[in-house]
């Protein structure tokens, strides 16, 4: 296998660019090296989140917004746009079986659109530990649009508002009362709250709902405006932008594409509130320091791992099960153990 | 910095125009049971199609699946584009009912095996496997 220039990748090389992810995404020297040369020309494109529970029809979402995205009208340049799925892969079997492409058959045969199917391996939180490093790659590459679809888990996969600038939680109707929205957690994340399939029954009481658990969280700018100086008392200065954005909720229909340029304009609104509010500053030094802090702790971790033999692994292992050492004592004992 | 870890990834496609997909979805099960990451694309994909998404998902194999009489126009026609973009390193595997003379000539051009119905998975996951060593 030829080694990747990355030059080809900076020129937008379509092979250069499926090749390299693989690399990125096997951990292999090569995609370091070239993550090395890509990182400066990155920090341009506009990541877009996508998650919610199973079934609530993330992918045709995907399809629908990344074709309207395309289709801008008034001859306006139509951005350049990459796909990331993540599906799950099997604890069971190490494999995956990726099927979001069946969702996206609009988006064939447009050079402007790249989509990359991507398996979680083993990692939770609804994205796989090498996504981002692929955004990495698109950005460089000038897709200017990269939208990030997750796993469909349902509670817990809140990976993706650290990744992406804008977070679009995707609900449906009939899917439980308030009480799961409350209890999700990715209500918080959400930057844009959609109600897909909205032509199905119920779709207004989840409008309902959720606009009211919304109104419950999250004071409207009106609200600050009105209650001035009282409301910005009570909070810190620094959660201040963030609570000027008060999230919309939009129906949409995404097997025949309706509400998608309302989306699209919201998308476009959280993106200049991003810029004029200094919030796009914030949230990029955030997932910054969150890959910092990944990759500091698997350098860490592999460090320790080559300094410390099997056999005094196993030793303090055997100890802690017959409860001669408390596991306090043994991380100690592990940590001096490997000179650290 | 982390352990590298490869896997094999493989396209399955249901080429042409018909909506038997039932074996490319046992298949394609199998795969996954065997470790590897399976795309799966659906019905009704054009050569065009099927060689966009082996370029974009960088899989080391191509499986199709044709049941409809069309392997002749079909199969040449995704092993030229393949080419055309630099795949020819991508390995093509075919499952349908293929008669004895089409399937010689079709592995003359390349084909890497041809399954028909009642070929046992464990056959198909072997030779994927073989191939991508």
């Known amino acids: ?340 | 910095m982390g352990d590298a870890q490869e896997k094999i990834r493989v396209l399955i496609a249901k080429a042409g125009l018909d909506g038997h997909d039932r074996g490319a979805k046992v298949v394609a099960r199998a795969l996954r049971d065997a470790g590897m990451e399976v795309i799966y694309t659906g019905l009704r994909q054009t050569p065009e199609m099927i060689t966009e998404a082996a370029l974009q998902e960088d899989v080391q194999v191509v499986g199709l699946s044709i049941l409809s009489g069309a392997h002749m126009t079909l199969v040449p026609k995704v092993k030229k584009m393949l080419k055309e973009q630099g795949l020819e390193n991508v390995k093509l595997f075919l499952g349908g009912i293929i008669p004895d003379e089409d399937k010689r000539e079709l592995e003359k051009l390349g084909v890497a095996g041809i399954y028909g119905p009642g070929t046992s998975t464990q056959v198909i996951i072997e030779d994927i496997q073989n191939a991508c060593q």
């Open chain 1, 1 to 340: 296998m030829p080694v990747t220039d990355p030059k080809e990748i900076l020129k937008g090389e379509r092979l250069a660019i499926s090749r390299a992810l693989t690399q990125i995404e096997n951990s292999t020297q090569e995609g370091y090296q070239l993550l090395e040369e890509l990182f400066p020309h990155t920090g341009k494109a506009h990541l877009i989140g996508v998650t919610g529970a199973p079934g609530t029809g993330k992918s045709t979402l995907v399809n629908q917004l990344a074709y309207h995205y395309r289709r801008t009208e008034g001859g306006e340049k139509a951005p350049r746009l990459a796909v990331i799925a993540v599906d799950p892969t099997s604890p069971f079997s190490g494999g995956a079986l990726l099927g979001d492409r069946v969702r996206m058959q609009d988006l064939a045969g447009d050079p402007g659109v790249f989509v990359r199917s991507m398996a979680s391996r083993g990692s939770l939180g609804g994205l796989a530990a090498a996504t981002a490093n692929l955004v990495q790659v698109f950005d460089a590459a000038g897709y200017e649009i990269i939208i990030i679809e997750t796993v469909g888990a349902g509670q817990a996969e809140v990976d993706i508002a650290s990744l992406a600038h804008s977070t679009i939680v995707v609900e449906a109707p009939g899917l439980g009362d308030e009480i799961q929205t409350i209890k999700a957690g990715i209500l918080e994340i959400a930057d844009i709250l959609v109600v897909n399939k909205s032509d199905k029954p119920g779709a207004d009481h989840t409008l309902r709902a959720l606009r009211s658990m919304l109104t419950l969280s999250q004071p409207r700018p009106e609200d600050i405006a009105h209650h001035g100086p009282a409301q910005q008392a009570t909070q810190p200065t620094d959660d201040l932008p963030s609570s000027l954005w008060s999230t919309p909720v939009l129906p949409t229909i995404s097997t025949i594409g309706e509400g998608f340029p309302e989306l699209i304009a919201e998308l476009a609104n959280h993106l200049d509130y991003l810029k004029t509010s200094g919030e796009w500053q914030r949230r990029e030094e955030k997932r910054l320091k969150n890959e910092l802090e990944m990759l500091l702790r698997d350098t860490l971790r592999t460090r320790w791992e080559n300094k410390i033999s099997a056999t005094k692994y196993q030793y303090t292992l055997d100890r802690v099960v017959t409860r001669k050492l408390t596991p306090w004592k043994a991380v100690q004992v592990l940590l001096e153990g490997a000179g650290l």
